[in-house]
């Protein structure tokens, strides 16, 4: 249950009524918010006078909730939006790793070619094995940093632990919380703390109620900023990498307040198939595309088989301009 409290409540009640239904208080500029557990669903009659409005919920998905905010959360990236009332469509891409200056240089100069305004690299990078590249680190958020400075871009960087969740903060415009760190509670409540932007990547294990709770965590430590990304699940099959839940993005756009963006990319893991699934995404009406974009995939050193060139991303480009076109987004 969620309850809208008077701003001006007396602080020793507001702790009180806290306490009292184990609820999570977020202040905001007009308002204290007090969340409980989504079992507790009425109150006494003698605090009916300290609220406002209640709202109340069938499970702990609430703030992330169309029941509780009908809109779309609004999320600002760099000079535009995403959700809110705009129909802008982010399409992120980058390469997977920033491995070197030279290569996110080119990146740079591509995305700038394209008109577009937003680039995603990982530095602090969450492998499957510990023998393969790890990322280049503080050192790749420095290079990332040079490139926000010298194109105007927004940087989208992966935070991969606790260890350098505040380095990762203070260096990106969008924190992406991967796949693997989903259940990260140290990274969660850090991401609570700030109102930058959070990408927060699903889980390939875990089901839409988890995925969306984990967003809650963030959500309930008072930042407003969170985009949720489907990325791919682990089914049965072994042909493709994962399995892109497009049915979970339908259920995402119905049920959440929150902006939804694809990833393709990871999804199948090998670049023939991107393209196809990028265009499927954009059909699918949501705010952004993650896509991995390498200036050489072949000796890219993390996720090098599904990396698009950059010839075959300027080849999908034009198709995703013309489907975003039609379904009315603008793209940024
Ligand atoms: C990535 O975006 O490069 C990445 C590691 O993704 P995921 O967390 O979805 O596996
Ligand atoms: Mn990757």
Redesign the pocket.
Known sequence: MILHIDKNIDSARLKQLADFYEAITITDDNKHVLVTPSAIKTIDDAHQQFVKEIFVFDTDIQLASRKYLKEKRNVTIGKNDIGGNSRNVLVAIGP?SVESVEQITQSAEFLKRLGLNTLRA?SF??RTSPYTFQGLGIEGLKMLDKIRQDYGFSIIT?VRDSTHVDDVIAYADIV?V???SMYDHGILRKCGKTNKPILL?RGFGTNLQEFVQAAEFILSGGNNNVILCE?GIRTFETKTRFTLDLCGAAYLKENTNLPVIL?PS?AMGYAYGVPDLARACMAMDIEGLLIEVHPNPKVALS?ASQQLDHQQFENLFGTLKAIAGAINRTII
């Open positions: 997977c990982g990078k969450p992966e992406q991967g796949a693997k990547k990325r990833d990871h996720d």
